[in-house]
């Protein structure tokens, strides 16, 4: 039952199913068991078939689970019993656990034969090791309350009286990942953390329904291994979400389906961006708010509420997009904007050296890229104070084009900054890259019209790359500001083709800082998984029956700071 606005891109929130798994199973899902305090007799009453599962490091939650003392499955999700195999190594010893007919030094596993008192079991390295020397879990996640997606309080949090998660441990504050895992944040420094980087390795093609097929793995660079899990997420694309200036709103676009409102506004709309979670969030032009879409529930309609203004004097506001670090940032005249969570402003740059902004990015380094409207892309490293000139756009487009200008940024799944550019001469229209420093076209009007004959004319407004490596790009297509709904959503495939989407939207010209777009995945199944001493982090999951690509997500949450590392990759389904 779809409860929630499906997940974006952009990061990339979720469309959530029901699974019908007890707590105590879930903790081995998210969890090492031992660290979860879970029994093999506490799983074998929960879950038919949880303790084979558990051990294959398959299954996984689909976005949400049943409150605590339920056993009422969803309908809509069927859970088979898995048969539960006789061990055929009677004969393991404290610590070890029976792999391939044969007993392994790994005390981790849901069905290894427990370490001697009082030795205890090294959640990193898989041994029996003396008191005090083991890195072990603190905490067990725990459902927090009787809601449709409860939270799970993790290490560092505890449930407060059902109402959610709170700090714990020492921690003073509480930070929860994607698929509502939570976890203590800003904790005494002791344990894992210092997270510096996350990557997620090649997925090879697999086979439709193939059990455990795609089998993913991270790894992770940290000062601190211990306490660290990875949350994993199998994702599918579903539509696209598009503003449009004259249109004072926003367009719902299924892939193959019929384009229709989402959101409609009594001014026009610009950019447009989502968090993690999936939620929407939009500029209006005039009044330089930053809104967002509430999840509707009961199949009510999308309902948007006041996030964030820019700060008066500031200019217009352009486009926004969100961080590494999970925030919102925004570009108005001269200046890039950080807001907190709670709407306010945390951090002001200035580029005085620039025209107005038109556009923002963060590249595969963590650099913030902000482009001015021609011709200078401009760098924030990660470690910088202010902004640099990067790139200049001029050798993109033509020598005789009229006043282009840069539009959309975004970081494509090769590593490559892409840009849109939307010209004042209705046939300059461009996309480029930017490559080790240096802008070159990609495309323009010839290659749009050759595939799709109905392009006249090329403004190029917002970009976004989906899950299979498709650039979705809006296009003005009307010869100057003629106020016509001829505006066009193009797809450049991985083949090299270009394919029209969807038409009949009416962007605004010449200013051009909407036709912004989010592309909308959904959460299909997601697993948790303990980081190990070398610090990679595994996990399965079940092939979908349905042929195509699909995105894969890795979210490490830094128990010191609070901070979501994420990296992401596609798989093959044939």
């Given at each position: 039952?779809?409860v929630?606005?499906?997940?974006?891109?952009?990061?990339?929130?979720?469309?959530?199913?029901?699974r019908?798994?007890?707590?105590?199973?879930?903790?081995?899902?998210?969890?090492?068991?031992?660290?979860?305090?879970?029994?093999?007799?506490?799983?074998?009453k929960?879950?038919?078939?949880?303790?084979?599962?558990?051990?294959?490091?398959?299954?996984?939650?689909?976005?949400?689970?049943?409150?605590?003392?339920?056993?009422?499955?969803?309908?809509?999700?069927?859970?088979?019993?898995?048969?539960?195999?006789?061990?055929?190594?009677?004969?393991?010893?404290?610590?070890?656990?029976?792999?391939?007919?044969?007993?392994?030094?790994?005390?981790?596993p849901?069905?290894?034969?427990?370490?001697?008192?009082?030795?205890?079991?090294?959640a990193?390295?898989g041994?029996?090791?003396?008191?005090g020397?083991?890195?072990?879990?603190?905490?067990?996640?725990?459902?927090?309350?009787?809601?449709?997606?409860?939270?799970?309080?993790?290490?560092?949090?505890?449930?407060?009286?059902?109402?959610?998660?709170?700090?714990?441990?020492?921690?003073?504050?509480?930070?929860c990942?994607?698929?509502?895992?939570?976890?203590?944040?800003?904790?005494p420094?002791?344990?894992?953390?210092?997270?510096?980087?996350?990557?997620?390795?090649?997925?090879?093609?697999?086979?439709?329904?193939?059990?455990?097929?795609?089998?993913?793995?991270?790894?992770?660079?940290?000062?601190?291994?211990?306490?660290?899990?990875?949350?994993?997420?199998?994702?599918?694309?579903?539509?696209?979400?598009?503003?449009?200036?004259n249109?004072k709103?926003?367009w719902?676009?299924?892939?193959?389906?019929?384009?229709?409102?989402?959101i409609?506004?009594?001014?026009?709309?610009?950019?447009?961006?989502?968090?993690?979670?999936?939620?929407?969030?939009?500029?209006?032009?005039?009044?330089?708010?930053?809104?967002?879409?509430?999840p509707?529930?009961?199949?009510?309609?999308?309902?948007?509420?006041?996030?964030?203004m820019?700060?008066?004097?500031?200019?217009?506001?352009?486009?926004?997009?969100?961080?590494?670090?999970?925030?919102?940032?925004?570009?108005?005249?001269?200046r890039?904007?950080?807001?907190?969570?709670d709407?306010?402003?945390?951090?002001?740059?200035?580029i005085?050296?620039?025209?107005?902004?038109?556009?923002?990015?963060?590249?595969?380094?963590?650099?913030?890229?902000?482009?001015?409207?021609?011709?200078?892309?401009?760098?924030?490293?990660?470690?910088?104070?202010?902004?640099?000139?990067?790139?200049?756009?001029?050798?993109?487009?033509?020598?005789?084009?009229?006043?282009?200008?840069?539009?959309?940024?975004?970081l494509?799944?090769?590593?490559?900054?892409?840009?849109?550019?939307?010209?004042?001469?209705?046939?300059d229209?461009?996309?480029?890259?930017?490559r080790?420093?240096?802008?070159?076209?990609?495309?323009?009007?010839?290659?749009?019209n050759r595939?799709?004959?109905?392009?006249?004319?090329?403004?190029?407004?917002g970009?976004?790359f989906?899950?299979?490596?498709t650039?979705y790009?809006?296009?003005?297509?009307?010869?100057?500001?003629?106020?016509?709904?001829?505006?066009?959503?193009l797809?450049?495939?991985?083949?090299?083709k270009?394919?029209?989407?969807?038409?009949?939207?009416?962007?605004?010209?010449?200013?051009?800082?909407?036709?912004?777009?989010?592309v909308?995945?959904?959460t299909?199944?997601?697993?948790?998984?303990?980081?190990?001493?070398?610090?990679?982090?595994q996990?399965?999951?079940?092939?979908?029956?349905?042929?195509?690509?699909y995105?894969?997500?890795?979210?490490?949450?830094?128990?010191?700071?609070?901070?979501?590392?994420e990296?992401?990759?596609?798989?093959?389904?044939?």
């Amino acid at each position: 039952m779809r409860v929630l606005p499906p997940l974006l891109h952009g990061l990339t929130p979720a469309v959530l199913r029901k699974r019908s798994v007890a707590p105590c199973a879930l903790a081995v899902v998210l969890l090492v068991a031992e660290a979860a305090g879970c029994s093999r007799a506490d799983l074998a009453k929960s879950t038919p078939g949880a303790e084979s599962a558990a051990g294959a490091g398959g299954g996984g939650r689909s976005g949400g689970e049943m409150s605590p003392g339920s056993a009422t499955p969803d309908p809509g999700l069927s859970v088979p019993p898995t048969p539960v195999p006789t061990s055929p190594c009677p004969t393991c010893q404290p610590g070890q656990a029976c792999r391939d007919n044969a007993c392994v030094d790994d005390c981790r596993p849901l069905d290894a034969v427990a370490c001697e008192a009082p030795t205890t079991c090294d959640a990193l390295s898989g041994r029996c090791v003396p008191p005090g020397a083991s890195c072990v879990l603190t905490g067990k996640p725990v459902v927090c309350g009787d809601t449709e997606f409860p939270p799970h309080c993790g290490p560092g949090s505890r449930c407060e009286n059902g109402q959610g998660c709170v700090a714990a441990d020492g921690c003073a504050r509480v930070v929860c990942d994607a698929s509502g895992f939570c976890r203590g944040a800003d904790c005494p420094q002791v344990g894992g953390g210092g997270v510096r980087q996350v990557t997620l390795a090649a997925l090879p093609d697999v086979a439709a329904g193939t059990a455990g097929g795609i089998k993913a793995e991270a790894t992770v660079l940290a000062d601190g291994l211990c306490g660290l899990s990875a949350t994993f997420e199998l994702r599918k694309e579903l539509e696209l979400f598009v503003s449009a200036y004259n249109d004072k709103g926003i367009w719902r676009i299924p892939l193959g389906g019929t384009p229709a409102h989402y959101i409609t506004e009594t001014e026009p709309i610009g950019g447009i961006t989502a968090d993690r979670k999936g939620v929407l969030y939009y500029t209006l032009q005039n009044t330089n708010t930053i809104r967002r879409v509430a999840p509707p529930t009961g199949g009510a309609a999308a309902v948007a509420e006041a996030f964030a203004m820019a700060p008066p004097g500031s200019g217009q506001l352009a486009r926004i997009t969100f961080g590494p670090d999970g925030l919102l940032y925004g570009v108005a005249g001269q200046r890039v904007f950080r807001f907190n969570a709670d709407g306010t402003v945390a951090q002001t740059w200035t580029i005085t050296g620039s025209t107005f902004l038109t556009g923002l990015v963060f590249d595969k380094d963590g650099a913030l890229l902000a482009g001015q409207h021609w011709p200078t892309i401009w760098r924030l490293g990660p470690a910088a104070m202010t902004f640099e000139a990067y790139v200049d756009g001029t050798p993109a487009v033509s020598p005789t084009a009229i006043g282009p200008w840069n539009e959309g940024l975004t970081l494509g799944p090769d590593g490559i900054i892409y840009v849109g550019v939307f010209p004042v001469g209705e046939l300059d229209g461009v996309i480029y890259t930017i490559r080790m420093g240096r802008a070159e076209r990609l495309l323009g009007l010839a290659e749009m019209n050759r595939d799709v004959p109905e392009t006249l004319y090329a403004g190029v407004h917002g970009i976004a790359f989906g899950a299979d490596g498709t650039l979705y790009f809006a296009n003005q297509n009307t010869k100057g500001s003629t106020g016509e709904p001829l505006g066009q959503v193009l797809a450049l495939r991985p083949s090299g083709k270009i394919e029209l989407v969807a038409k009949g939207l009416n962007y605004d010209w010449p200013r051009g800082y909407d036709g912004d777009i989010v592309v909308s995945q959904e959460t299909v199944t997601s697993t948790a998984a303990a980081v190990d001493m070398t610090g990679r982090a595994q996990s399965a999951f079940d092939a979908p029956t349905t042929p195509g690509v699909y995105g894969v997500r890795v979210l490490v949450t830094d128990p010191r700071t609070g901070a979501i590392a994420e990296a992401r990759g596609t798989v093959t389904v044939r």
